[in-house]
């Protein structure tokens, strides 16, 4: 991993660990840029006895919105060339220790590869529109990787066409869910709310679209005075969102909660799930989808590439927006609230296709690529 801040990456990460060390025929080590902090993540790797190894550190930046000096930039040079010299003589050593290696983290550590012996494997977890956009300078080392991962059907395609000549290194894999384990989970006790509300669950950064989930709920909420919206959730835009809930946030019409390390009692209970992400960063898979139609809560996505609209099997198991239109979906929760009959059968038809993400099967496809 490059970080690891609580995410989707981060829930299918640990996900993948716990089956691989609880089959017993693998031991698993993460490595990671750095340092880990976070008191969930240490607690998993204590209690499953994964060893943890940082081998980098991040550059100290100058103040934000402010220019550096000459020697603050040439610090910072020198913090990134030994952040980098580290990793190149650290890494090595780590890897012998293993048998594959594999880069979780959408080919973070492809300039990093060359030349190991050891089989490596990417995943990529993003969406067409990130993998042109953010991933573009790491795609050039793409052919470090032996065996490529994508999240979704419609990646897989669009991964081969942009590079034909890897085609058979790539392969679709879905996020492994362990439906049990959610429904579970939902079972404990959660924050309660006074009344019926849709929820979204995602960080509150300027990858994610949540501003459009604030406005289309202000529109919504004029006709509909009975909902209400909770955020989960925790992210550099926070402050902001608050500041666009406006009246709504002040009059306990919109509540943020934080992060919840255990996001699916608030989920199981909400009259719907909200996902909203921009056309240009697109979305990998949609985990938080997936995890909504296991406890069978109607699922409500803009419809961005990639994996989206093949989670919700083109609106056949959910509801899909233009994205980015604040208007959209609120059309999107009106219909939803006014046809029973449609929101009982869309929920249906998505428990029917919980199978394709089943996690013994998506683990064993996993393993099957290791091996």
């Not at 000096?69 to 012998?96: M, S, Y």
């Not at 470090?144 to 991964?159: A, Q, T």
């Not at 902001?240 to 019409?253: D, F, P, V």
């Amino acid at each position: 991993m490059s970080g690891m801040i609580m995410g989707g990456i981060e829930k299918v990460l640990l996900s993948y660990m716990e089956e691989l060390q609880a089959s017993g025929r693998y031991d698993c080590g993460v490595v990671n840029f750095t340092p880990v902090t976070d008191p969930f993540f240490l607690d998993f790797f204590m209690r499953h006895h994964i060893p943890l190894h940082i081998v980098g550190r991040p550059a100290q930046k100058g103040k934000e919105g402010g220019k550096r000096g000459f020697w603050a930039r040439r610090i910072g040079e020198c913090r990134k060339f030994r952040a980098w010299w580290t990793v190149k003589h650290r890494l090595p050593v780590l890897a012998e220790q293993y048998d594959v290696i594999i880069d979780f983290h959408n080919f973070f550590w492809g300039s990093y590869l060359h030349g190991f012996s050891r089989k490596r494997i990417g995943f990529c977890h993003v969406g067409l529109g990130s993998f042109n956009h953010q991933l573009k300078k790491r795609q050039k080392h793409l052919r470090s990787y032996d065996g490529i991962v994508c999240i979704s059907h419609s990646f897989e395609r669009d991964i081969k066409r942009l590079h034909p000549d890897l085609s058979n290194r790539v392969h679709c894999i879905y996020n492994p869910l362990d439906v049990e384990a959610i429904r579970l989970l939902s079972l404990k006790k959660g924050i309660i709310f006074p009344r019926p509300y849709f929820v979204t669950v995602q960080r509150l950064d300027a990858d994610k679209d949540a501003a459009t989930v604030v406005r289309a709920f202000r529109i919504f909420h004029k006709k509909h005075r009975e909902y209400c919206l909770v955020i989960v959730g925790e992210g550099s835009l926070r402050q902001e969102l608050e500041e666009l809930s406006g009246q709504e946030l002040a009059e306990g019409n919109i509540f943020f909660t934080g992060r919840l390390d255990n996001p699916y009692p608030v989920i199981r209970q909400a009259e719907a799930l909200i996902l909203s992400s921009t056309k240009a960063q697109g979305e990998g898979l949609g985990q938080v989808l997936i995890e909504a139609q296991a406890l069978n809560v109607p699922a409500v996505s803009s419809d961005v590439p990639s994996g989206s609209a093949e989670v919700l099997m083109d609106g056949e198991a959910g509801y899909l927006f233009d994205p980015e239109n604040p208007e959209a979906l609120a059309q999107t929760l009106e219909q939803l609230v006014s046809a029973p009959g449609e929101r009982a059968e869309k929920v249906r038809r998505a428990s029917e296709g919980l199978k394709r993400f089943d996690s013994k099967e998506c683990v064993k496809r996993f393993i099957d690529l290791i091996n």
